[in-house]
């Protein structure tokens, strides 16, 4: 017979799995990635500081866990490029990615200036257009399916104000994830967007005044902000064959209550 523990590992299981978290030295992405490898997954953080990946691979070992840096632009194709091919020469297969790299300003919108809109866009936005082009190219070709996960935003479903670039970029990635799960859902590439709410992730605390956390607690019935750890559950969700086969072209929405809320 069967344990409960058999159960969950059947559906939740990542183990010989490898996920490339992209944005994995930040807050909520590393949580992600940390996750995963409790899950069984070999996991590579992406970032730019090394540093900032440390503390984080050292809880992975430390508590059993498989993972490594690597250092790459993920808003160019060259080093996405590159990416892929030391992963494949590393951990020898990659079957999860996470794209999830992102900037944020609160700039007036008359005020926005082209470099500023451009910077934005080309992290936000082109950074998943191309990590979603090689990755998803390999997880196609390969023929064993796959799961890529896109980090979205409650601004990409609701209007949000005074990150008004960061809010467009994020409504285009839902809609390129939502395209590309239609067309590479006969290859068995799931591609799905996981929407944070209000979490203490690095750009939200950029623009965060007192004024600001009020008025997101008046819309937050759960009347608080989330922890990083919450995304973990939804990320297994969307990252395990067993649990999140099925699961593909959604938004799974992880915010307290706020997109529920009217008045």
């Known amino acids: 017979m069967s344990t409960p523990n058999d159960y969950l590992n059947s559906l939740f299981s990542l183990r010989g799995k490898v996920a490339v978290v992209i944005g994995g030295t930040g807050e909520l992405c590393g949580a992600m990635a940390e996750g995963m490898a409790g899950a069984g997954a070999e996991v590579v953080l992406v970032g730019r500081n090394e540093e900032k990946a440390k503390p984080r691979l ?24 590159a990416l892929l091919a030391t992963v494949l020469e590393r951990s020898g297969r990659v079957d999860i990615v996470v794209n999830g790299a992102g900037v944020n300003s609160a700039t007036p919108y008359l005020d926005i200036a082209e470099d500023e809109f451009d910077r934005i866009v080309k992290i936000n936005l082109k950074g998943v257009f191309l990590g979603c082009q090689i990755f998803g190219k390999y997880l196609v070709e390969r023929g064993e399916g796959g799961s890529i996960i ?3 935003s409650m601004s990409g479903i609701v209007p949000l104000s005074r990150v008004f670039t960061y809010s467009a970029t994020k409504a285009a990635v839902h809609n390129l994830s939502k395209n590309l799960a239609r067309e590479w859902a006969p ?23 007192p004024e600001r956390v009020a008025s997101i607690m008046g819309h937050t019935p759960m009347k608080r902000f989330g ?6 559950g939804a990320t297994l969700l969307l990252a395990a064959d067993g649990a999140g086969g099925f699961i593909t072209g959604s938004e799974i929405v992880v915010d307290g209550g706020y997109h529920a809320m009217t008045i």
């Not at 929407?195 to 992730?201: L, N």
């Not at 922890?227 to 973990?232: C, D, I, P, T």
Request: cysteine-free.
């Open 150 to 152: 896109n980090l979205g």
């Open 227 to 232: 922890e990083a750890r919450e995304l973990v």
């Open 187 to 209: 290859k068995r590439v799931r591609v799905n967007t996981l929407v944070p709410g209000f979490f203490p992730a690095e750009q939200n605390k950029k623009i965060l005044s």
């Open 58 to 81: 050292e809880r992975i070992a430390a508590a059993g866990g498989k993972g490594y840096f690597v250092s790459a632009e993920a808003s160019e194709k060259g080093p996405l490029q």
